[in-house]
């Protein structure tokens, strides 16, 4: 069996003048992507670090182009389980708010939209009305209905209404 090397998985020192010349490289390469061509783009955004650097990327990225570059819709969505903490459910509400005021007040393409699971595939209607078990490590039946298959609706619809999306 393959093992990773623990000291495979530390994080790549480097300088911070190295760190702002990956960045301005991924930035050209963003704007390069999406001047490309229509096809709207959808980003997966749950309000964790890794989601939240990745929409920062692309949202910086889009507002240094000139307003008339930024034609074509970026989709941010986010999947509610409708199981997830009052707090945290809450957080990401507001956030998706803001993402929305924001792209408004600076003209910039982003349009959020906060998902859900249809009825019949909700954690409280699979577990008590249908009689599945509770989650666990062999058998997560919830994050295939609670979040996969609404990501996998509303990225089916803006193909449906655009031919593609990326």
């Known amino acids: 069996m393959n ?9 790549k020192n ?10 301005t490289a991924l930035t050209t390469e963003i704007q390069q992507l999406y001047c490309l061509d229509a096809i709207p783009w959808v980003i997966g955004y749950s309000g964790g670090k890794d989601s939240t650097a990745t929409l920062q990327l692309v949202w910086n990225a ?8 930024r034609t074509k819709t970026i989709y941010v969505i986010t999947t509610d389980t409708l199981v997830e903490n ?7 509400r507001n956030s998706l708010k803001q993402i929305k ?4 007040a600076q003209g910039l393409p982003f349009e959020p939209h906060l998902l859900q699971p249809e009825v019949k595939e909700t954690y409280w209607v699979s577990l008590i009305g249908k009689g599945y078990p509770a989650p ?4 997560r039946w919830c994050t ?4 996969i298959k609404p990501s996998n609706r509303f ?3 803006v193909i449906r209404s655009s031919g593609e999306a990326i």
Do not use: C, D, M, Y
């Not at 093992?3 to 994080?11: A, D, F, G, M, T």
């Not at 889009?62 to 570059?69: D, M, S, T, V």
């Not at 295939?144 to 979040?147: A, S």
């Open 101 to 104: 005021l924001a792209a408004e």
């Open 62 to 69: 889009i507002a240094a182009l000139p307003p008339e570059q």
């Open 136 to 139: 666990r490590g062999k058998f």
């Open 14 to 23: 480097r300088t911070v003048a190295e760190l702002v010349e990956e960045i």
């Open 3 to 11: 093992q990773v090397k623990l000291s495979e998985n530390k994080p």
């Open 86 to 92: 009052p707090i945290v459910s809450a957080w990401v």
């Open 155 to 157: 990225i089916r619809n």
């Open 144 to 147: 295939e209905r609670l979040k």
